[in-house]
Every structure is written in structure tokens, then in C-alpha cells.
């Protein structure tokens, strides 16, 4: 079963034996549309999915019924099935033919510690970004009034001469 992932829904596609269309469609990308979903399916079953930035808590889902989940490296799969027409029923069908002759170029899912940490670092780096932004747009502020300070103005002694100019 090939499975194209979207914030909104998602596009199946499930193929048979002899590799054609057994079943095509879409639901709704929720968790319980989902786990409602793979009641249609036997533990046997395999699916593939695309890594996505938020394809974790589907994969989780499918695995967790005890499905056997393939994650597909997606610049890969576009290598191998580079297509003039692209839309949802082809990438998921382009998945299903991937996995049914064992060509999906898989990506490496990390256990769920190393998850944990990789969301916490990503959390804490994207907080630094930010952070950063916003002591630049100070900087430049008081550039822009033509305000001079020496000093680092994220020291104490910094933070008091800014909150000087209420």
C-alpha cells in the first residue's frame, strides 16, 4: 500500500498480486480516520511512506497496529520514478509499485529516543534563530536612532540601559 501524505488527507493506493489496482482513495489525515482505516488490512500487509516533515505520528499509528511500515527516502523515489504528470493518485500509486517489486529507497527511522532528542535540538536551535532575530532588530532599532552603547546589550548592564528608555 503506497501512501501519499498531506497535512489535510491522504491518497492510498493498494495493489494486488498480479500488481493492479485493488483499492484507491483518500481520507482524511487524522488519527482515528487512520487507525478506522487499517482495519481493512491484515498484519501481513506492508505500507510505504514518503518522509515527510510530519509523516512520524502516521508512521507511529500504522506501526503501533502492528504493520510493517517502509519510510521512502522522497528525492529518491523521484530519481527512480520521475513523472510528467504528477498528482496524489500517481505518488501514491508510484509508492504502492515501489513496494510491491521491493524497490522503495528506504530512509533511516531512528528509535524513539533519538526522535526525542532530534525534537528537542531542532526546538532548541530554531529558539536560538529567534532569539537572534529579535537582538538584531534591537541592534538595528537603535541604529536607526542613533543610539550608541559600547557594551553587549544582553548583560545586566545592557538590559538596564535599555529599559532606561520607557
Not at 51 to 56: A, N
Not at 90 to 112: C, G, H
Amino acid at each position: 500500500m503506497g501512501l501519499d501524505i498531506h497535512t489535510e488527507n491522504i491518497v492510498y493506493t493498494v495493489l494486488s498480486d498480479d500488481g493492479n489496482e485493488k483499492m484507491r482513495g483518500k481520507i482524511v489525515n487524522d488519527i482515528e480516520y487512520i487507525i478506522k482505516f487499517l482495519r481493512n488490512f491484515e498484519n501481513e500487509d506492508l505500507f510505504v511512506i514518503k518522509s515527510t516533515g510530519f509523516y512520524e505520528p502516521i508512521y507511529d499509528t500504522i506501526e503501533s497496529k502492528g504493520f510493517k511500515v517502509k519510510l521512502a527516502n522522497p528525492l529518491k523515489v523521484k530519481l527512480i520514478a520521475e513523472s510528467r504528470i504528477k498528482n496524489d493518485k500517481i505518488d501514491s500509486e508510484i509508492l504502492a509499485r515501489l513496494l510491491k517489486n521491493n524497490w522503495v529507497p528506504e530512509s533511516y527511522v531512528p528509535n524513539k529516543k533519538i526522535m526525542e532528542i532530534r525534537r528537542i535540538v531542532r526546538t532548541r536551535i530554531n529558539l536560538k534563530r529567534v532569539s537572534t532575530n529579535f537582538k538584531n532588530r534591537i541592534y538595528m532599532e537603535l541604529k536607526k536612532l542613533k543610539i550608541d552603547y559600547d557594551g553587549n546589550l544582553f548583560t545586566l548592564e545592557g538590559k538596564h540601559f535599555l529599559r532606561s528608555f520607557k
